[in-house]
């Protein structure tokens, strides 16, 4: 029974926790830039209603011919372009119109949150009171891969997922190896810590800041698309990000800016938002109390993070600054 209590433990930390991996891969990417992007929740938001808007409106196109899979990868696509839209203005406004960055993000997230609540309701009045994908989409999301996920143990253990957690690994891979590893990366780090000294070695500030930030966006948007597509079951539910994007932000200096430690971090975070699930001490009433467990370890994690003063565990040293070139 304990075997089986872990196994099941840990498949349910793993999911819970591929939304805010890639909240957290996102912001990353943005924050290497110099750009401190607080609208994660926004495009979150953004990123979930119009994946569903994407799988949804394809169905009833294609009626029973739709596929499953082609409904998740339109889906797919408008989540990671409608979160691109939302880091675009946040991007306009700060790289170009030099706004304050602090701001700009918290209104990204009253935007993104109020245009996802409201194009989800609307799709849901539209359709007659809710909108829902259909069976084959959702089965795509329930997940695991056939053949290796029936496996005793290891198959429930590595393949018994959907594809976007295994997107997020693979994502979280390859940007920790393009950070360290790549030209395009180095400079993308040396424009987050020393935007003048990159100018003055060719590199294009304003360019890598606005790919990186739009492309780190994207990326936030596919978890909000995971939460509505597969802890929602493909339905809009009001509110339906609930935070996560926040934990996600905090969830960036826990890993120390470091894409291979996000993968650690979003396991702990989703262990512990899924601890209420697994162990019942006091009923009913201490659910409030376990709903808190995450916000908790997100002020711990801050606390201590700010009391390590090892350089290694700093955030970009331009982060959050708009870059003047006329006063380098």
Not at 29 to 51: D, F, I, P, Q
Not at 138 to 144: E, Q, T
Not at 254 to 260: L, N, R
Not at 296 to 324: C, D, H, K, M, W
Request: net charge neutral; with cysteine.
């Amino acid at each position: 029974m304990d075997k089986v209590f872990t196994i099941s433990f840990l498949v349910a930390a793993v999911a819970a926790g591929a939304p805010l991996l890639f909240g957290t891969l996102g912001e990353i990417l943005t924050e290497k830039s110099g750009n401190l992007n607080l609208g994660v929740e926004g495009m979150m938001y953004m990123g979930g209603v119009a994946g569903l808007a994407g799988a949804y409106y394809y169905e009833q196109a294609m009626g029973a011919s739709a596929s499953g899979a082609v409904a998740a990868l339109i889906g797919t696509v408008c989540a990671f372009l409608c979160a691109v839209l939302g880091a675009l203005i946040y991007s306009v406004l700060t790289i170009t119109l030099r706004a304050n960055q602090n701001v700009t993000g918290l209104a990204l997230t009253i935007f993104g949150t109020g245009f996802g609540n409201l194009v989800g309701e609307a799709m849901g009045t539209a359709a007659g009171g809710f909108v829902a994908v259909s069976q084959n989409t959702k089965n795509v999301f329930i997940g695991g891969i056939p053949g290796l996920k029936d496996l005793p143990v290891v198959g429930q253990l590595l393949f018994s997922y959907n594809y976007l957690v295994y997107l997020g690994i693979v994502l979280a891979i390859l940007m920790a190896w393009f950070l360290k590893r790549t030209r395009s990366g180095l400079n993308l780090r040396s424009v987050g810590e020393d935007p003048a000294t990159a100018d003055a070695a060719g590199v294009n500030v304003t360019a890598y800041r606005y790919l990186a930030t739009c492309l780190g966006g994207g990326i936030c948007g596919l978890g909000g698309m995971y939460i509505v597509m597969a802890e929602q079951n493909g339905v809009w539910v009001h509110d339906c990000i609930a935070g996560k994007g926040w934990i996600a932000v905090a969830l960036v200096i826990f890993a120390t800016w470091s894409p291979s430690r996000a993968l650690l971090g979003s396991l702990v975070f989703g262990a512990l938002s899924i601890l209420r699930l697994y162990l019942d001490f006091g009923g009913v009433r201490m659910i409030p109390i376990y709903d808190t467990i995450p916000y908790v370890a997100t002020v711990v994690v801050l606390i201590a993070v700010s009391i390590r003063q090892r350089r290694e565990s700093q955030p970009p040293a331009s982060l959050g600054n708009a870059y003047f070139r006329e006063d380098r």
